[in-house]
């Protein structure tokens, strides 16, 4: 979502005449667009503070200036210290102002101290922004819902993010065919609880993601639509039902569980089980069996025992997972899990971390692996890293290196998967190498 709202900052800003540059460098201002879910995330923040800091004097001794903005969650989390902790900001905004940053760009020129806006308008910044004008290639985020109302007890969301909004079906259709007619081929959906959506729809009423996803299915050359991240207990049966019944929307899902441990489930306020986590993936898989299933997990959260742990090892060998990401707890200032008394040592946390990453990795690997002699529809997004070649997305996310012409970006053509390791696919091109294709082959 970070990568979409940077998207949204760029477009604000267009008209008061600043473009993207490509290095801090050029710049006459740096927006830092900054992540608080993790320590490691937020800390980074101060560390590239400390790298721009030199490039901002010298700007300053050769008579001219670089204004330095800090966006996004860390911002809105720790604005008032970040002010007083890190001086060369000259202007803090959080994720639900930036619309009003020509404003606040204007205020920062005219005031010394730094200009700070963390507010949570009533107004909507959707509201302000103009739509999307561009997307950097055929693959698109589209943000539909922002903020959460779950209170997962380790995790800052709904604080920094704010409460769940869902933006009404009439513009998202807008901004969905805008980015069709610049000629995205893919779009995925966005939101920090996306599948709770309910956006109002033209009559008022409120629409489900299903109904969204299915109105977007209309749109000629809107080949592929995807939705991300989701929470098991918003996995409606009419959202499951979709996956086997629009061929737009592709075979993956992010579904993630944290934990496969009822005790540790019920500490993280996820309001579910191991066993309910179960019943909805069977379900998913009943609807659209080639389905690529991906997950986050989160390890060491306080309490967890070596008997918890071993219940996630568990889930993950029923699941069997196409792709997943896994992170140790990290105590988030504010959040009810912060303080619990029994928070796990490092080096525990450490050593769960590698062998559940072990594990996941050899799914993740076999999964490629029984792509090899598949053909399957990848659409070309950029050029490769060698001469000559192109990397591609198959409907299951996978990355695809192939060996073709560049007249192919933006196209969705039939590869045969030929080659796999454990983060990407080697394809060769099996078709005429022209034909765009709007189906999906269901492997079961
Ligand atoms: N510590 C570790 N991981 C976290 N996540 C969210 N909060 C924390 C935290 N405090 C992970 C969850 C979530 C993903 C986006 O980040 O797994 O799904
Ligand atoms: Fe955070 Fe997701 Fe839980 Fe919401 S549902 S509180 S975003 S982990």
Avoid at 212 to 218: G, K, M, P, V, Y
Avoid at 335 to 342: E, I, K, L, Q
Wanted: aromatic share 6%; proline share 6%; charged share 25%.
């Amino acid at each position: 979502m970070n990568v979409y709202d940077s998207g949204r900052m760029a477009d604000l800003l267009a008209p008061l005449g600043y473009e993207e540059t490509g290095t801090p460098e050029m710049a006459d201002m740096v927006i830092l667009n900054t992540c608080h879910i993790r320590e490691k995330a937020a800390e980074k923040v101060y560390s590239e503070l400390g790298r721009l800091r030199p490039l901002k004097e010298e700007r300053r001794a050769a008579g001219g200036d670089m204004l330095i903005a800090v966006a996004g969650c860390v911002a809105q989390a720790e604005g008032e210290e970040m002010a007083r902790r890190a001086p060369v900001v000259d202007l803090i905004v959080g994720p639900q102002t930036y619309h009003r940053l020509p404003e606040l760009v204007a205020q920062a020129h005219r005031s010394t101290g730094a200009v700070l806006d963390t507010d949570f308008p009533a107004e909507s910044k959707f509201d302000h922004l103009p739509y999307t004008q561009r997307s950097e290639g055929p693959a698109a985020f589209l943000s539909v819902q922002e903020g959460c109302d779950k209170f997962c007890t380790f995790c800052v969301v709904p604080y920094t993010r704010g409460a769940e909004f869902s933006r009404p079906v009439g513009d998202v259709l807008i901004e969905a065919r805008r980015l069709v007619d610049g000629g995205v081929r893919e779009l995925t959906l966005l939101g920090q609880n996306v599948n709770a959506y309910h956006g109002p729809g033209p009559a008022g009423d409120a629409w489900t993601l299903a109904g969204l996803i299915r109105a977007l299915a209309e749109i000629p050359s809107l080949d592929r639509i995807r939705y991300t991240t989701s929470h098991p207990r918003d996995m409606s049966d009419d959202l499951i039902a979709a996956h086997g019944e629009v061929e737009q929307l592709m075979p993956y899902l992010h579904l993630p569980v944290q934990s496969g441990s009822d005790a540790i489930l019920k500490a993280m306020n996820r309001r579910h089980t191991a066993d309910d986590y179960l019943r909805k993936i069977e379900k998913i898989r009943a609807a659209r069996p080639d389905i690529a299933l991906s997950c986050d997990f989160i390890v060491g959260f306080p309490g967890e025992s070596d008997a918890d742990f071993a219940d996630t090892l568990k889930l993950i060998n029923t699941v069997n997972f196409a792709s997943a990401f896994s992170f140790k707890y990290s105590a988030r200032p504010g959040t009810p899990a912060s303080t619990a008394g029994s928070q796990v040592p490092e080096q525990v946390k450490s050593e769960r971390l590698s062998a559940l990453q072990q594990l996941l990795t050899a799914q993740q690997t076999a999964f490629n692996h029984a792509s090899i002699g598949r053909t399957a529809p990848v659409l070309f997004e950029k050029a490769g890293r060698q001469p000559g070649q192109l990397i591609g997305r198959s409907p299951w996310l996978q990355a695809v290196f192939v060996d073709a012409d560049d007249s192919l970006l933006g196209n969705i053509t039939e590869v045969t998967l030929v080659k796999a390791q454990t983060n990407s696919l080697a394809g060769e091109l099996t078709g005429d190498g022209k034909i765009r294709w709007s189906t999906v082959d269901k492997v079961a």
